[in-house]
């Protein structure tokens, strides 16, 4: 079974504050991916990773950064937390399984900015 | 701009019935297709891929792709409450590993 997890459920953080949301994957896939889901606007990519510090920018990836230094963890860092980042943060890693790259979800961090 | 459309329903079914849920994408290259289910609070999770015009069966899901038409449909066969959740569908262009998700059919079966 594929395994993805993520280090906290809850997070509750200040304005300000320099966030650091971890996921690890127990599956050595290649690419790993962050977004964020909002109600009315879905699931939203933040970054993703082809592999060990490689890192590219996907459709929201303003006020974010992220780290890949081994291949099983992919961190998403937010530099200094506003409100408008409150979300529930979900990461991903993909196989390539039946000719195609799939991607498998840990179980999300909800984290609310004060 | 790649788009994926869904309608949010909710979709209501009473148990025991056929639910279709349909997306509807607007890139021409896109390759493989997805479907997603997610309870309320919870991640989503994977219940089957297609890339093939035509039918793909697994258990009580079908998944149904039209390339010319451009869509990609879910049926479930005998609904069950448990089935209630939020189904997202997601597509894949080729030569890209990421996904471009709709915003999700919710569908409610009643027992």
């Known amino acids: 079974d594929v395994k993805v997890t993520q280090s906290s459920r809850y997070l509750v953080k200040r304005t300000g504050e320099k966030v650091f949301l971890e996921c690890v994957q127990d599956?050595?896939?290649?690419?790993m991916f962050w977004y964020r889901q909002d109600p009315g606007l879905g699931l939203r990519l933040i970054y993703f990773s082809y592999d060990v510090k490689m890192k590219e920018k996907g459709d929201i990836p303003e006020g974010y950064s992220v780290s890949r230094e081994k291949k099983e963890r992919f961190s998403l860092i937010l530099e200094s937390a506003s409100t408008n980042q409150t979300s529930m943060y979900l990461c991903a890693s993909s196989l390539w399984t039946e000719g195609t790259d799939t991607q498998y979800f840990g179980p999300g961090t909800r984290l609310t900015v004060l | 701009q790649k788009e994926v459309e869904q309608n949010s329903g909710p979709l209501s079914v009473p148990e025991g019935a056929i639910a279709s849920l349909n997306c509807t994408y607007s890139?021409?290259?896109?390759?493989?297709f997805f479907w997603y289910r997610q309870y309320s609070g919870k991640s989503p999770e994977l219940i089957m891929f297609i890339y093939s015009n035509g039918d793909k069966e697994d258990g009580r899901f079908t998944a149904q792709l039209n390339k010319a038409s451009q869509y990609v449909s879910l049926l479930i066969r005998d609904s069950q409450p448990s089935d209630s959740a939020t189904y997202l569908c997601a597509v894949r262009v080729s030569g890209y590993s990421t996904l471009t998700f709709g915003k999700g059919t919710m569908l409610l079966v009643s027992p």
């Open positions: 599956m050595d896939h290649e690419n």
């Open positions: 890139d021409r290259g896109s390759q493989s």
